[in-house]
């Protein structure tokens, strides 16, 4: 039995909250379970120093956790004059995972800065982060779109992420904390809503695991991800219909 007494293939409780940034062009306040991120979408109509006169544009992220959002205080990465090794591989996480899905070329020359700031965290916070990214991002080319700013939408489809985990349970979909600070194997699977990988990443944190586990892993996230993007889509269209 797992420690929350959820079935192997059942995904913590998720909601999406829209419009919670009230300046931002696309905000998403995302739960699953006890984790909470807001993602904030912010449009400037610049790129990077690489991307001009390319006619392209560009899709980044930035990621933070305050200090309280775990058991204990953390620093913060601002009083310390640098980010740690975890915080740039995971906002880099969430740029790949978002700029798979947007044609970047009708973008134009604009960027779009996803800040994702963990409130409080209990498991899966790049994950969360990536599925409610993906929401402010939708709600930001929306709004671009409604203004004539664009002329389509260039969104190519869905992405969310969602962990799963070697436990003493067995193979288990979305890990909490107390699963997956204690599982021997550990997976994240970055997927769009067409069936397409955008990223997987896996590590055996005691001996190696086999092929098969892999494959088990796959299949649960797969199932996570089915609710995830059901909760995408109804974030949006709640957001739109008001």
């Given at each position: 039995m797992?420690?929350?007494?959820?079935?192997?293939?059942?995904?913590?409780p998720v909601?999406?909250e829209?419009?919670?940034?009230r300046?931002?062009?696309?905000?998403a306040?995302?739960?699953?379970?006890g984790?909470?991120v807001?993602c904030v979408?912010?449009?400037?109509?610049?790129?990077?120093?690489?991307?001009r006169?390319?006619?392209?544009?560009?899709v980044t992220?930035?990621?933070?956790?305050?200090?309280?959002?775990?058991?204990t205080?953390?620093?913060r990465?601002?009083?310390?004059g640098k980010q740690?090794?975890?915080t740039?591989?995971?906002?880099?996480?969430?740029?790949?995972?978002?700029?798979?899905?947007v044609d970047l070329?009708?973008l134009g020359?604009?960027s779009i800065t996803l800040?994702?700031?963990?409130?409080?965290?209990?498991?899966g916070t790049r994950c969360?982060?990536?599925t409610?990214?993906w929401?402010?991002?939708?709600?930001?080319?929306g709004?671009?779109?409604?203004?004539?700013?664009?002329?389509?939408?260039?969104?190519r489809?869905q992405?969310a992420?969602?962990?799963?985990?070697?436990?003493?349970?067995?193979?288990v979909?979305?890990?909490?904390?107390?699963?997956?600070?204690a599982?021997?194997a550990d997976?994240?699977?970055?997927?769009?809503?067409?069936?397409r990988?955008?990223?997987?990443?896996?590590?055996?944190?005691?001996a190696p695991?086999?092929?098969?586990?892999?494959?088990e892993?796959?299949?649960l996230a797969?199932?996570g991800?089915s609710?995830?993007?059901d909760a995408?889509?109804l974030?949006?269209?709640?957001?739109?219909?008001?």
């Amino acid at each position: 039995m797992r420690p929350s007494g959820r079935q192997p293939n059942q995904m913590r409780p998720v909601t999406i909250e829209t419009g919670f940034a009230r300046h931002a062009e696309g905000s998403a306040l995302i739960r699953v379970g006890g984790t909470e991120v807001l993602c904030v979408a912010s449009v400037e109509s610049r790129v990077p120093p690489f991307l001009r006169g390319k006619g392209t544009g560009w899709v980044t992220a930035e990621y933070g956790m305050l200090p309280r959002a775990t058991h204990t205080r953390g620093n913060r990465e601002a009083a310390k004059g640098k980010q740690s090794g975890r915080t740039q591989e995971i906002q880099r996480l969430i740029g790949r995972s978002l700029r798979s899905v947007v044609d970047l070329a009708a973008l134009g020359e604009m960027s779009i800065t996803l800040d994702c700031d963990v409130l409080n965290a209990d498991g899966g916070t790049r994950c969360a982060s990536i599925t409610g990214a993906w929401v402010a991002l939708r709600l930001a080319l929306g709004q671009l779109v409604a203004k004539n700013v664009l002329s389509h939408m260039p969104l190519r489809g869905q992405v969310a992420a969602v962990s799963c985990g070697l436990t003493k349970a067995g193979p288990v979909l979305d890990l909490d904390y107390e699963e997956d600070s204690a599982a021997a194997a550990d997976t994240n699977f970055v997927l769009t809503a067409d069936r397409r990988i955008v990223e997987i990443q896996g590590t055996a944190e005691d001996a190696p695991f086999t092929e098969d586990a892999f494959n088990e892993l796959f299949a649960l996230a797969r199932t996570g991800v089915s609710v995830l993007f059901d909760a995408q889509t109804l974030a949006v269209e709640t957001a739109e219909s008001r």
